[in-house]
């Protein structure tokens, strides 16, 4: 998949941000790409996320609790969104 806008980190616990289907993300770990992908569904509490088969990739489903795994986002989605705690 190619993003046409750059794509940046999500900041956790600096950013409000929930998946949404359709969105269109990068999944990395070490630095590393693990997938490119659709949002396919979201948990109802917005705790995780499935990422729509791709290919040869199966469905994958990512908890947002993940302390490994990043997830990238276009640039501009999320900026404005401040986390209020």
């Known amino acids: 998949m190619k ?3 750059g794509l940046r980190p999500l900041r956790p616990g600096r950013e409000k941000w929930a998946p949404t289907k359709g969105a269109h993300i990068q999944l990395r770990q070490w630095g590393q790409v693990l997938r490119d992908g659709v949002i ?3 948990m ?8 729509g088969a791709d290919g040869a990739d199966s469905r994958l ?3 947002l609790n ?7 986002v276009p ?3 999320g900026r404005s969104q401040r986390r209020v705690a």
């Open 3 to 5: 993003f046409a806008a």
């Open 75 to 77: 640039e501009g989605i």
């Open 44 to 51: 109802p509490d917005r705790a995780g996320f499935w990422l």
């Open 40 to 42: 396919e569904d979201v």
């Open 61 to 63: 489903f990512v908890h």
């Open 66 to 72: 993940y302390d490994d795994i990043e997830v990238w």
